[in-house]
């Protein structure tokens, strides 16, 4: 038991240690399978969005192979080719895993600036290998990167809020 606000609260278990990081990043890719109607398609990854927050949050927790199963879910239910956010999400974690080691001390604005080029890395890269480059989609896919990185503190937010519980 640890001390939490002058009251003893249980220590979490080695279940819920593990299971609530991979519950939400499942759910966060679950979010595009959500049927919703839009004139403008602006939905961010939210599955590697929060596979970031928890990276970011809890270096220790999720390991450098962790997008590879990850970005295999999030392929079989987006809609995207195989494989592609199993690399791009692998990439984008060795990129901002190399940048942390690095980095002396971190605050949110540093965490926020290696999620943004994260984010813009893994939506372009999936622009490159999902669509034709005739496709006239780079408005759509600006919008989208713009609200992804103005989203990401919420959602960094809420995994610090899942990770207290």
Do not use: N, Y
């Not at 480059?133 to 995994?159: E, N, Y």
């Amino acid at each position: 038991m640890k001390p939490q606000g002058g009251v003893f609260a249980p220590e979490p278990s080695k279940v819920a240690i593990w299971l609530i990081p991979v519950a939400s990043v499942i759910v966060g890719s679950l979010v595009t399978i959500v049927p919703l109607i839009a004139t403008f398609p602006v939905l961010p990854p939210l599955g590697m969005m929060t596979l970031l927050a928890w990276r970011l949050l809890r270096p220790e927790w999720m390991r450098i192979w962790s997008p590879l199963p990850f970005g295999f879910f999030d392929d079989l239910v987006s809609g995207q080719p195989l494989g592609s956010a199993m690399l791009l999400w692998t990439l984008a974690f060795l990129v901002v895993d190399l940048l942390d080691r690095r980095l002396v001390s971190r605050d949110f604005w540093q965490d926020w600036v290696l999620a943004s080029g994260a984010i813009a890395l893994c939506l372009f890269g999936g622009r490159l290998i999902g669509t034709p480059l005739t496709a006239h989609v780079d408005t759509v896919l600006l919008f989208q990167a713009i609200a992804a990185v103005l989203l990401f503190p919420v959602v960094s937010r809420i995994v610090a809020w899942l990770d207290a519980k």
